[in-house]
């Protein structure tokens, strides 16, 4: 039978002097700022100025099986941060000639001999990603370290706020009292628990939506409080989901993603306690991790044109994804989780070709991105789910309102201003391929997204005259794919000096180029609104 929790009061240095510790492998890194530490100084300066004790909060412990060290389930950071100011003022002794002392200190608090392991061993293990760092300021090699690591970050405020209180070796008694204040005076909260998930559920009622945690935190704690016996697994397959995102932000943004793929709409803030909602059990903590994995290849697949998740569907959809990267569309991201989830693979892939042509359509005419087209997207992806839609005709209905018609479509594509040129390939490319389809077959046109071909701006940047022609020119009726080779030789020549060099393209908008005696400011107008006919076909609203 597991024992009850124990909760107690105790002080920071006396439980680096204590206890073996060490932050379990799933938690995250060492965080504090700049801002963090000095906050943290400038309080225990101020309870030492009033001789007063200074209480920091809760930490919350899973109690070790015999002879292992405790894990910190909360509290990461000011333990952390309690022993790199430790160090610091042991390194201070050193410098000024008090060896005992500073041997004295190492002994105590940071690394000493512990008869049950026979051997002489760290008190504070912190996470891999730290633990080097931690290392390197045991051994006194702070100067090893990265500049913008956090560990040194952290050690260089510690000794600047220690050297304004002890300048000189004769003032290093102030050093002492700043660790005596430490195991004497700075108070903790402890609740030590009979194990990890035990640990979780006490830290989830003490922390509900805590300050200093990001909303990935919360949700990996919840989750990992819920676990119970299903802990070993759980844990395991979210050190696998968030070894796949950078930033927790980025690792959040997918959960909510794939949240909203099954329940409709949720904003950030709102995530949390959805997800409360949804994982009641330890059994549903299993299942709903297990969704997480499978979800995050399809979301991953999505970014990745390249992905190997593509090459079993007989029709081609890479310009559909590079349009997902190049206009960065994310919030049909969660209508796509469902389908590639709910329909058989090639169903759902002929819905992202249709995804993307809408979601192009809707961008020109601002209707991607506002809080319409996410509530929008999301009701489509509930749908999918829940089997209410179940063909492209159903999300058609569903996301209506955010596909503009060919009228509305046109004429945002006309008056839609400069163009990035990364959009610009994409954008062309579609539109070659509509002018082509019907004609008589020309060369085969390259790769479009390849380095080899380039945006030439038919009226030159160099000789832009005027603010009328300043607005047209990085427009698309401007704008033309064309070989970098052939591109190479055009630098910045007059318009007549480069038609015979659009003739040699592979691309046939750019061939119709040169067919014109002239490249003014109505032509580039008169193209745009060619373009704009032909964008109608390119990306069709049905």
């Not at 006396?14 to 890194?29: C, G, K, N």
């Not at 932000?249 to 993603?257: A, G, S, T």
């Not at 409360?276 to 903590?285: V, W």
Request: glycine share 6%; charged share 25%.
């Amino acid at each position: 039978m597991a024992q009850e929790t124990e909760f107690g009061h105790d002080e920071l240095g006396h439980i680096l002097a204590d206890h073996l510790l060490q932050v379990p492998r799933f938690q995250r890194s060492y965080s504090w700022d700049k801002g963090n530490v000095e906050e943290f100084l400038s309080d225990l300066a101020e309870a030492r100025r009033k001789d007063v004790s200074y209480f920091v909060g809760t930490v919350v412990f899973a109690d070790p099986k015999e002879g292992e060290r405790r894990d910190i389930v909360d509290g990461q950071q000011r333990l952390a941060t309690t022993a790199i100011l430790i160090l610091a003022a042991r390194d201070l002794l050193v410098e000024y000639d008090k060896s005992e002392q500073a041997k004295k200190t190492t002994e105590r608090y940071l690394q000493g001999y512990v008869l049950s392991e026979e051997s002489v061993m760290e008190r504070l293990i912190l996470s891999a990603r730290d633990q080097d760092s931690y290392d390197a300021l045991l051994a006194g090699k702070a100067d090893s370290l990265a500049e913008a690591d956090p560990i040194l970050t952290c050690y260089r405020i510690c000794r600047e706020h220690l050297l304004t209180l002890a300048p000189k070796a004769s003032d290093y008694k102030a050093l002492l009292e700043v660790i005596g204040q430490l195991e004497k005076q700075v108070q903790v909260l402890v609740a030590v628990a009979s194990d990890l998930p035990e640990a979780y559920v006490i830290f989830e009622t003490l922390n509900d939506r805590g300050a200093d945690l990001t909303t990935a935190d919360l949700l990996k704690n919840y989750l990992f409080s819920q676990a119970k016996a299903n802990f070993g697994y759980v844990e395991s397959k979210w050190m696998a989901l968030e070894a796949n995102f950078e930033r927790a932000d980025e690792l959040v943004k997918f959960i909510r993603h794939e949240y909203i793929s099954r329940h409709g709409p949720v904003t950030t803030r709102k995530l949390y306690r959805a997800i409360q909602g949804d994982i009641t059990s330890a059994a549903r903590a299993k299942t709903y991790v297990s969704e997480l994995v499978k979800a995050q290849a399809i979301y991953r697949a999505v970014k990745d044109p390249e992905s190997t998740y593509w090459n079993d569907l007989s029709f081609d959809v890479r310009d559909a994804l590079l349009a997902y990267r190049r206009f960065g569309f994310e919030s049909s991201l969660p209508v796509l989780i469902a389908a590639f989830r709910t329909w058989n693979k090639p169903n759902a892939g002929k819905l992202l070709l249709k995804l993307a042509k809408w979601s192009v359509r809707g961008q020109f005419a601002g209707r991607i991105g506002a809080s319409l087209s996410e509530d929008t997207f999301g009701e489509a992806a509930k749908a999918i789910s829940t089997k209410t839609v179940t063909n492209q005709t159903g999300v058609r209905k569903i996301l209506a309102p955010l596909i503009p018609t060919n009228t509305e479509f046109k004429n945002a594509f006309v008056s839609y201003g400069p163009v990035q040129v990364a959009r610009a390939k994409y954008l062309l490319a579609m539109l070659e391929r509509a002018y082509g389809e019907g004609k008589p077959t020309g060369p085969p046109m390259i790769d479009w997204s390849s380095k080899a071909v380039t945006i030439e701006h038919v009226l030159a940047k160099s000789a832009v005259k005027t603010d009328s022609e300043r607005a047209l020119v990085d427009t698309l009726g401007n704008l033309a794919l064309l070989e970098k080779k052939i591109n190479h030789d055009l630098g910045q020549k007059a318009f007549g000096a480069k038609v015979g060099s659009y003739q040699q393209s592979s691309f046939p908008l750019t061939v119709s180029l040169g067919t014109r005696s002239e490249w003014t400011e109505d032509q580039i107008t008169e193209r745009l609104h060619e373009l704009g006919d032909l964008a109608c076909l390119a990306w069709p609203a049905t």
